[in-house]
């Protein structure tokens, strides 16, 4: 086997040395880029934990903030209207939650026509396809609700965080304004990434009055809507909570019962 030569082996050092720099600037971009982002608002939720529960009441109000709000530009696409009902509302509630929304369906003789939506229907898009909707919002499609909580890093804090966590632009210091390049049309976030963000501050103080007259500030509204959509992400939780609880249980008991049954077997052998 021929040896290296100088010329290869001063190549092969120059690429090396080329890539140990590629990683340390990367890593330096890193570091300030985690250095710019401030950590997101810790939320007390009820839901986290092994037994965590969704808080009703906010969910419902929560889903009031997302009929009334987000609905406009995000859509539910793995939610039907039935399932509001496991929120707590009651059959004729959900029918009429249902009924105020206009599908298209097919008539007997093949036509399209618009009819009021039932409950076993999936939750209305607000657009008809993903080209309208980025359309629409300056080139990019809002993304879908419906595993938002479980699909972001952070969960209900970074969701919350980001409805939070707007800055208006006569609030910004000069040194945000400078090194985010950001201007009054743009919209500045405290937590997401790069801080310029396409979506206008969706929530403000009073932006909907609840029906069950809890008062309706910026962080209360920000807080039930994504108890809502903890709940849309995982509906499932607290049966699978009471479910591991109950295995715990039954594995403690059986652990007990089987050191017991070796006690008696082996105590003649002592």
Known sequence: ???????????????????????????????????????????????KGPFGTYDRAAAQRGFQVYKEVCSACHSLNLLYYRNLQELGLTENQVKGIAAEVQVSDLSDDGSVIDRPARPSDPFKKPFPNEL?????????????????????????????????????????????????????????????????????????????????GTKNTLQQEASDVVEFLAWASEPHLEDRNRTGVRVILFLLVMAGLMYGVKRAVWADKH
């Open 1 to 47: 086997m021929s040896k290296p030569t100088p010329t290869k082996l001063s190549l092969t050092k120059l690429v090396l040395a080329g890539a140990a720099a590629l990683a340390v600037f990367a890593a330096g971009t890193l570091a300030t880029a985690a250095e710019d982002m401030p950590p997101l608002p810790k939320h007390e939720w009820g839901f």
């Open 132 to 212: 309208a909707a980025a359309a629409a919002n300056g080139g990019k499609a809002p993304p879908d609700l419906s595993v938002i909580v479980k699909a972001r890093e952070g969960g209900a804090d970074y969701i919350y965080g980001i409805l939070t966590g707007y800055v208006p632009f006569e609030k910004l210091t000069p040194q945000q304004i400078k090194e985010f390049s950001v201007t009054k049309d743009d919209h500045f976030n405290l937590h997401f990434p790069g801080h310029r963000i396409a979506m206008p501050p969706p929530l403000e103080d009073g932006k909907v009055n609840y029906i069950d």
